[in-house]
């Protein structure tokens, strides 16, 4: 028997009823993003071939990533990569999805350190780089910026090196493999204009009860951050502070129901002029203080 031969528009139109039928959000955008992926194009260029037979190989790729898709895993993932802040993010399941929140913990510092690179390069830490989003686009924005970023798994790493070389901010974006800042040298005490970090913060409670999609599928190390959720924040509060230097900025992500207990520790800790910003739905998501 002869295989079926599909043409392009026939090929997204039957996947959108499928993703349908299985009460997936925007699935014809679904469709045509695995099929862009699949062909190695832009979404754009499917409308330039929608009478074109889709050839077998590609139409093989196309099948296993919408069963994947279909089954449940993140789209970012079946695809390989992402966007953040308009730059391309190489993303697998050894890193977090970036989420468009964390663009405001990126904004929020490039707002404070601005001005202040302009006279003197920034130098900034992170702690759990991931993917290396928050450390790729604060060198895109800063040009001056010269930043460590910490990583506790290496596989994590690995990839975050890999979008760090594909952004071109090797020269100034140096990944260590390390659990939270234990082996800094002790040279960067009191060196970094910034601490920056959007740490696990997701309580042990709360871990069972993620959606699927991101319990199933994203890392746990990534996202669980002690029984309150606070182990990161009390850690950088206490410990991390050293390599702030006086007059720094402390910049963090925080769980929507964190913002009065984070606020507290940083006062705490001595730190002054403590703020809280809230993200796109009003939900409490970044706090910056000063050293």
């Not at 190989?57 to 069963?67: H, M, N, Q, S």
């Not at 993917?131 to 460590?148: C, D, F, K, P, Y």
Request: charged letters at 25%; one cysteine or more; a negative charge.
């Amino acid at each position: 028997m002869t295989a079926k031969t599909w043409t392009t528009l026939e090929l997204l139109k039957t996947t959108t009823d499928f993703f349908e039928g299985k009460g997936l959000p925007s699935a014809r955008l679904a469709a045509e993003r695995l099929l862009a992926h699949a062909w190695d194009c832009r979404r754009v260029d499917l409308y330039l071939r929608t009478e074109q037979d889709v050839d077998e190989k590609v139409l093989e790729a196309y099948r296993g990533f919408a069963r994947a898709y279909a089954a449940g895993h993140p789209m970012q993932y079946v695809v390989g990569e992402t966007e953040f802040m308009g730059l391309p993010f190489a993303v697998d399941r050894r890193v977090l999805i970036p989420r468009p929140e964390t663009e405001l913990l990126v904004d929020a510092v490039v707002k404070r350190l601005r001005s202040a690179a302009e006279t003197a390069p920034p130098a900034i830490l992170e702690l759990g780089t991931g993917s290396g989003a928050i450390a790729v686009a604060l060198a895109s924005q800063l040009r001056t910026a010269e930043i460590w970023t910490t990583e506790a798994s290496s596989d994590a790493a690995q990839v975050a090196s890999q979008n760090v070389r594909r952004n071109n901010v090797e020269d100034r974006v140096h990944v260590l493999v390390m659990d939270r800042f234990e082996a800094l040298s002790p040279d960067l005490a009191g060196a970094m204009r910034c601490i920056v970090s959007n740490p696990p913060y997701v309580t042990t409670d709360e871990m069972t009860t993620l959606p699927p999609v991101v319990r199933e599928h994203e890392p746990h190390r990534a996202l669980h951050g002690g029984p309150e959720g606070l182990d990161f924040y009390r850690y950088l509060c206490s410990q991390g502070l050293q390599f702030l230097s006086p007059g720094g900025i402390l910049a963090l992500e925080i769980g929507a129901g964190q913002g009065d207990v984070v606020t507290a520790l940083c006062r705490a800790a001595g730190l002054q002029d403590v703020s809280l910003t809230q993200d796109y739905a009003g939900l409490d998501r970044i706090v910056v203080a000063s050293k």
